[in-house]
T-cell receptor, first 110, second 113 residues
Framework: GDSVTQMEGPVTLSEEAFLTINCTYT??????LFWYVQYPGEGLQLLLK?????DKGSNKGFEATYRKETTSFHLEKGSVQVSDSAVYFC?????????FGAGTRLTVKP | DGGITQSPKYLFRKEGQNVTLSCEQN?????MYWYRQDPGQGLRLIYY???????QKGDIAEGYSVSREKKESFPLTVTSAQKNPTAFYLC????????????FGPGTRLTVT
């Protein structure tokens, strides 16, 4: 079945550092891809999405490009802030339900 | 404001009791979902519903039950048959398409002792 694998955390960065969180997927069809963010004790918030190959999703300085050839959807941000500290989930959907990665905890230190 | 509400935020129950978690949405979405999240893990699908009066089991439905009598509401009952019910429960909704994003509620943390 479809699945998502994302890099294990935790990831700890200094403020203004560059962020990359790797995400790869396995799918038989052509899924939509998503990044969600979860702050402590809260639900998931959609961060960005891409619906077809070569699409770039972007929001709040975060970007991810749908790479069909490498089955990847890596999350990047050029300069992280303390407020970006959270857990990030990569997800795909091509059917009735959505498949999530295990999540990557990011801590940004001032 | 449109959104998904879950209540209560925290819920405590004794072992052997059934408990019902509430989920309401005013987004006019057809599809609704229940997920379970355990510490340090991703989300696992419990049940989902694409239309009123119809629902399907997800990956971990054993020990849970749902109903979908109204489009806006999708309550989840955690029964005494669920062997390890302590977890964070998330409700989500989406439009009926098969490749669209899901929108999540704030979650309910259930503790069973």
């Amino acid at each position: 079945g479809d699945s998502v694998t994302q890099m294990e955390g935790p990831v700890t960065l200094s403020e203004e550092a560059f962020l990359t969180i790797n995400c790869t997927y396995t799918a038989t069809g052509y899924p939509s891809l998503f990044w969600y963010v979860q702050y402590p004790g809260e639900g998931l918030q959609l961060l960005l999405k891409a619906t077809k190959a070569d699409d770039k999703g972007s929001n709040k300085g975060f970007e991810a490009t749908y790479r069909k050839e490498t089955t990847s959807f890596h999350l990047e941000k050029g300069s992280v802030q303390v407020s970006d500290s959270a857990v990030y989930f990569c997800a795909l959907r091509d059917g009735n339900d959505m498949r999530f990665g295990a999540g990557t905890r990011l801590t940004v230190k001032p | 404001d449109g959104g998904i509400t879950q209540s209560p935020k925290y819920l405590f129950r004794k072992e052997g009791q059934n408990v019902t978690l509430s989920c309401e949405q005013n987004l006019n979405h057809d599809a609704m979902y229940w997920y379970r999240q355990d510490p340090g893990q991703g989300l696992r699908l419990i049940y989902y519903s694409q239309i009123v009066n119809d629902f399907q089991k997800g990956d971990i439905a054993e020990g849970y039950s749902v109903s979908r009598e109204k489009k806006e509401s999708f309550p989840l009952t955690v029964t005494s048959a669920q062997k390890n019910p302590t977890a964070f429960y998330l409700c989500a909704s989406s439009i009926a398409g098969l490749r669209d994003e899901q929108y999540f509620g704030p979650g309910t943390r259930l503790t069973v002792t």
